[in-house]
């Protein structure tokens, strides 16, 4: 890639002194990549100039037409949106109500074990003697010494 490139979008654009502008041509000669470059920079510029002008009313006019077809189209799926994720939210608390008892006492009945599961059992903190059972706590709150 040459450096120069930067100097054949200058010399292009007609921003190089008439001194600088001989320097670029003379470099244009020898640099096949530059040469390439301007080919571009003049291509893309004949593209363009075929396109037609638009008259500033009839570009005007085009601009509210897109502006007001967007607005509309924007508006109407927000409305849609708003409506859908009412209908879920709605669905979705229906849903909850009519099963929650059901899962309430699925829940419960996972919960809630057997008395024996719920006993808890303290241990004699004294390490010297044998361990034995000091008190004994079940689930519905009695306790039973030893």
């Not at 000669?29 to 037609?52: G, K, Y």
């Not at 708003?82 to 939210?89: K, M, R």
């Not at 074990?113 to 008190?135: G, I, K, M, R, Y």
Request: with cysteine.
């Amino acid at each position: 890639m040459c450096e120069s490139k930067q100097q054949v979008h200058a010399y292009y654009d007609g921003e190089l002194s008439a001194e600088r502008a001989a320097e670029v041509e003379k470099h244009l000669l020898t640099c096949a990549d530059c040469a390439a470059e301007l080919e571009q920079l003049r291509a893309i510029s004949d593209v363009f100039s075929r396109v037609p002008t638009i008259r500033p009313m009839t570009l005007a006019r085009i601009h509210r037409s897109i502006d007001s077809l967007s607005e509309g189209m924007i508006l109407k799926l927000v409305t849609r949106l708003t409506a859908a994720a009412a209908v879920i939210l709605l669905g979705g608390t229906l849903w909850l109500v009519s099963e929650a008892p059901e899962a309430m006492a699925q829940d419960q009945a996972i919960a809630m074990p057997a008395t024996w599961e719920h006993a808890a059992v303290a241990l004699n903190a004294d390490p010297s003697a044998d361990v034995q059972f000091e008190h004994l706590v079940l689930a519905d709150g009695t306790e039973r010494g030893q």
